[in-house]
């Protein structure tokens, strides 16, 4: 468990909970309770609105909270001073499989890891820092992080949804005239604007992930106009490296944890530590 001590992430995290308890407010108290009293739906919207607030604060703490694969420091710090090299290759010739130095963290990191000036970390496959998150988007929380944006997505979705509802099918007892039915009408489109924002917003984002993930092409490389790093492999083992080996139907479920595959390069594994750490 790690938690970054970032001011702007730490205000993005209370931002994003407050949006998420006040969405959760809205349609309990001046939607639900005030529009479906005698509808027998009322309990399954109460069950089923409550369960994804629930997914989404799980998935959003284990993207906040996970270690999004941190390259681990040395206990004795290398030598640099008659090396600044740019890195050193892994036999093949290829520069995307190149175990490269890190001047910052001082020591060796792995392919296509980067170093977050944020996280103060060298992070395996880091995409990006998200302050939605306060934490990098890299290998370990990458799935959590998607899944976070589909369950937001799908809050947002479901709140507009029953906001649209209770106002083609208003209760019999709501009028706009009263201080009460003032008050219903002005959280329903505060929440009406916040669900379409936030659900404008993740949707960019996980159109962007995605990419990122079926094209093997994190946003750092993609910058960097690195190209494909696995052009031949295919879409699903591209999405099971992310999600896991599990079942599909398991994919968006954020108690499972993370299996890294087999083929995942570990820090230890590489000859050019076994006599440096």
């Not at 890299?138 to 369950?151: P, T």
């Not at 929440?191 to 960019?204: K, N, P, Q």
Request: charged share 15%; hydrophobic share 40%; with cysteine.
């Amino acid at each position: 468990m790690r938690f970054v001590k970032d001011p702007c992430g730490i205000i993005c995290l209370i931002i994003t909970y407050i949006m998420v308890i006040y969405a959760d407010y809205v349609v309990m108290r001046w939607i639900i309770l005030q529009t479906m009293q005698a509808n027998i739906w009322a309990p399954l919207h109460v069950v089923s609105f409550n369960t994804v607030v629930f997914l989404l604060a799980m998935s959003h703490l284990k993207a906040v909270l996970s270690d999004p694969g941190c390259v681990p420091l040395p206990a004795n710090r290398l030598d640099f001073s008659d090396m600044h090299t740019v890195g050193k290759s892994t036999g093949n010739g290829n520069s995307s499989n190149e175990w490269t130095v890190c001047t910052r963290c001082e020591t060796y990191r792995p392919p296509r890891a980067h170093h977050c000036r944020i996280c103060k970390r060298c992070i395996r496959r880091m995409d990006h820092h998200c302050p939605w998150i306060n934490n990098c988007v890299g290998e370990r929380n990458q799935k959590y992080f998607l899944q976070f944006l589909v369950y937001v997505g799908v809050l947002a979705i479901y709140s507009a949804a029953l906001v649209v509802g209770s106002f083609i099918y208003p209760c019999e007892g709501c009028n706009s005239e009263n201080i009460e039915g003032q008050t219903r009408l002005l959280h329903c489109v505060i929440l009406l604007i916040e669900s379409a924002l936030f659900g404008l917003f993740v949707l960019a984002i996980m159109v962007d992930q995605m990419h990122a993930i079926l094209y093997d092409e994190t946003a750092i490389e993609q910058a960097q106009q690195k190209g494909s790093h696995r052009p031949n492999r295919r879409k699903f083992y591209l999405l099971a490296d992310v999600f896991g080996r599990g079942h599909p139907a398991c994919w968006l479920l954020p108690c499972t944890s993370f299996n890294s595959s087999s083929s995942t390069l570990r820090y230890y594994d590489t000859p050019l530590l076994s006599h440096e750490v």
